[in-house]
C-alpha cells in the first residue's frame, strides 16, 4: 500500500539552528501538506502546496518556514533560525485531488529545540 | 470558516463497553467530516469519512459516526471496546474547495480500561 513517508523520526536541534524536515508523498498525489502539532495540542494546518507553489498558509507559516519540492519526489519544510516554541510532532500529507478522497499522512516526525 | 469541537480531552470507558466519542463541527458550505486515529508514537490514520454519502458511515475496526445536519454533529462510536482501540483521536472537517484544508479538533484522548 502507498504511504507517505518522513524523515528522521526523531530531531533535536539547538536553538538558532536551521533544520530541514524531509517529506515523501504518494508518487501521484498533487496536493502536499505540512502539519504540526504541539505536544497536546490539536493538530495546526501549517501550509499547502501545489503545483511547485505555496496555495495557501497559515499564520503560523511565517518567514522563518519555508517549503520546497526540489526533485519532484521530496517535499521538504525547513525552519531557518528554529526556536523552542517549534517543538512539535510536524505531520506531511499529500492528495491526490481536491475532492472527497482520503489526505495521507505520514508518520510525523518529532522536532525537540532545546 | 471551519471549525471543529470535541467534547472531552480524555474519555476512559471499560473494555467492552460502548465507546462515544463527540464531534461539533461548523462550516458554511457542506462539509467533509473525517475521523482519524493516532495510535502512540505513530502517524494519522484514517477510520472513517463522510462524502455527503450515506449518513451513517462506517469505519475500520468496527468504529462507525453518524452524520447529523441538524445537530452539526459527527460523533464517533463503537459498540464494544478493545484494549487496542486505546489512542487519539482527532475528528476533522474539510470542503475541499480550492486551498482549504482539514481543519482538526483537539483530540480526544481514549483510554481502554481491563
Known amino acids: 500500500e502507498p504511504e507517505v513517508t518522513q524523515t528522521p523520526s526523531h530531531q533535536v536541534t539547538q536553538m538558532g539552528q536551521e533544520v530541514i524536515l524531509r517529506c515523501v508523498p504518494i508518487s501521484n498525489h498533487l496536493y502536499f501538506y505540512w502539519y504540526r502539532q504541539i505536544l497536546g495540542q490539536k493538530v495546526e494546518f501549517l501550509v499547502s502546496?501545489?503545483?511547485?507553489?505555496?496555495?495557501?498558509k497559515s499564520e503560523i507559516f511565517d518567514d522563518q518556514f519555508s517549503v520546497e519540492r526540489p526533485d519532484g519526489s521530496n517535499f521538504t519544510l525547513k525552519i531557518r533560525s528554529t526556536k523552542l516554541e517549534d517543538s512539535a510532532m510536524y505531520f506531511c500529507a499529500s492528495l491526490y485531488q481536491r475532492d472527497n478522497t482520503e489526505a495521507f499522512f505520514g508518520q510525523g516526525t518529532r522536532l525537540t529545540v532545546v | 470558516a471551519q471549525s471543529v469541537t470535541q467534547l472531552g480531552s480524555h474519555v476512559s470507558v471499560s473494555e467492552g463497553a460502548l465507546v462515544l466519542l463527540r464531534c461539533n463541527y461548523s462550516s458554511s458550505v457542506p462539509p467533509y467530516l473525517f475521523w482519524y486515529v493516532q495510535y502512540p508514537n505513530q502517524g494519522l490514520q484514517l477510520l472513517l469519512k463522510?462524502?455527503?454519502?450515506?449518513?451513517l458511515v462506517k469505519g475500520i475496526n468496527g468504529f462507525e459516526a453518524e452524520f447529523k445536519k441538524s445537530e452539526t454533529s459527527f460523533h464517533l462510536t463503537k459498540p464494544s471496546a478493545h484494549m487496542s482501540d486505546a489512542a487519539e483521536y482527532f475528528c476533522?472537517?474539510?470542503?475541499?474547495?480550492?486551498?482549504?484544508?482539514?481543519?482538526f479538533g483537539k483530540g480526544t484522548r481514549l483510554s481502554v480500561i481491563a
Open positions: 476533522a472537517v474539510s470542503d475541499f474547495s480550492g486551498n482549504t484544508p482539514l481543519v
Open positions: 463522510y462524502t455527503s454519502a450515506a449518513t
Open positions: 502546496f501545489y503545483n511547485n507553489e505555496i496555495s495557501e
